[in-house]
């Protein structure tokens, strides 16, 4: 046997390396938008023997929570102890015993802790949600199923908690930011991947979107493969304290300001900044929100600044849908590579230089054959962020969340590239 002695910095070195190489990895995560919901969603494998289980994506959920009322079956099953190692990693904020069953069943054991579990949907918590660990395969490497043989998860018993999910979805894929059992920071402790993730939803619902958990690259194609990561504007993730558990795990950005082709939306600008006494205001990420929301007052001035730049010749209209304020006819409406010819929306950062352009393709929607809505929803904000990104302004973009950088990336409409989130790499499995 031959041995070798390196001197402590080359070794040091040899380690730093060694951490660079094994953290460059990316996890590719298929993404499907549910026809009728307009949820987004991820499948899993989870339990012995593996079975599919399909999840919302909450970017600030806590956990990955599952239903477990309805026959629950795994041989690797394990709930957490009261007072150890998983419940303390999980912050779980209570423990006890079980009292909503006859018996014993997963989600309903004795001596276990709890962590919050919630439906973004419905705006609904659930203080009594197990935690437990079990065998999770999520995504996957260039050619290769990832599985994690001891994920730690919540088990969850309220049917009432599974209201408004599409067909089919059984539970919550949480993203929160500072959870350490959210999916981000819990598959951030294999050494393969990072602290940082990106979303890419498909704009269709028959072609699926990739959430690409690491530090990147961000492959898709158009047709040559391509790194959608370069070209990306960042700005600070804030972190909403003062909201309590409710908002601590959500993702908030600074926006300074609203331009529509060009110009400032006159706004009230307070309501652009989070309330630092009771955390309501400023400008949330939700992947749960079908259509960017906007405080009422608002959407007014943004609706007003949008009419006074449509082309003379459009033609506003009834809108045939109650969610929208403003719809008109689209005959006059040419079409570009980025979608509808409409003023363009610049979402303005923590500077004039730093935005997030927002192009025909995310800005409106077509309701029927010749009337299109402009893509937001006005709405009472008052105890709420005065700004809820949703994911029709999200399709098609990169949006980058770097968790221990606490920074957040846009990239604007990939169509600019003539690229697509369904054209990510097709060495992928699932």
């Known amino acids: ?50 079975i599919p289980i399909k999840l919302l994506i909450n970017l600030g959920g806590r956990s990955l929570w599952v239903d477990c009322d309805k026959g629950y079956k795994s041989s690797t099953y394990k709930p957490a102890v009261c007072n150890s190692t998983q419940c303390t990693f999980a912050k779980s904020h209570a423990c006890g015993d079980c009292i909503f069953k006859p018996q014993l069943q997963p989600g309903c054991s004795n001596n276990t802790c709890y962590i919050w579990g919630e439906n973004p949907l419905i705006n609904s918590f659930h203080d009594r949600t197990e935690i437990a660990e079990d065998v999770l395969a999520i995504g996957s490497t260039p050619g290769v199923r990832v599985t994690w043989p001891r994920f730690i998860f919540s088990c969850l018993l309220d049917q009432d908690m599974m209201r408004q999910f599409a067909n089919g979805v059984t539970g919550v894929a949480g993203f929160g930011r500072v959870s350490p059992v959210s999916i981000p920071n819990q598959l951030a402790l294999d050494s393969r ?21 690491g530090s990147g690259p961000y492959y898709v194609y158009n047709p040559k493969k391509i790194d959608i990561s370069n070209d990306i504007i960042y700005t600070k993730l804030i972190a909403n304290t003062r909201g309590g558990f409710v908002t601590s795990e959500e993702y908030y950005i600074q926006v300074s300001s609203i ?66 304020g403003l719809c008109f006819s689209s005959k006059n409406i040419k079409s570009t590579n980025v979608g509808p010819d409409v003023p363009v929306i610049d979402f303005v950062l923590h500077k004039p230089s730093a935005f ?75």
């Open 193 to 213: 991947f990072t602290k940082k993730f990106g979303i890419c939803l498909s704009s269709s619902t028959q072609s699926r979107g990739v959430i690409f958990i």
């Open 1 to 50: 046997m031959v041995t070798f002695k390196l001197p402590l910095s080359m070794l040091l070195l040899f380690l730093l390396l060694n951490i660079f190489v094994c953290s460059s990895e990316v996890l590719y995560i298929p993404v499907t938008k549910d026809a009728s919901t307009l949820e987004y969603t991820i499948e899993v494998g989870q339990r012995t023997p593996l």
């Open 259 to 324: 331009r529509i082709a060009g110009q400032d939306v006159p706004l009230n600008k307070t309501l652009l900044s989070i309330n630092k006494k009771n955390g309501v205001a400023g400008t949330r990420i939700s992947t749960a929100t079908p259509f960017t929301i906007l405080h009422t007052t608002i959407y007014d001035a943004f609706k007003t600044a949008f009419i006074k730049v449509l082309p003379k010749n459009v033609t506003i209209v009834e809108p045939p849908m109650k969610q929208f």
């Open 356 to 430: 997030w352009r927002i192009y025909g393709t995310n800005s409106v929607v077509q309701v029927s054959k010749d009337v299109m809505c402009l893509a937001f929803v006005g709405q009472d904000q008052t105890w709420e962020p005065s700004i809820v990104i949703g994911g029709h302004q999200m399709e098609e973009n990169l949006l980058v969340f770097d968790l221990l950088g606490r920074n957040i990336g846009f990239s604007s409409s990939l169509k600019l590239q003539q690229a697509s989130c369904s054209k990510y790499d097709n060495t992928i499995l699932g």
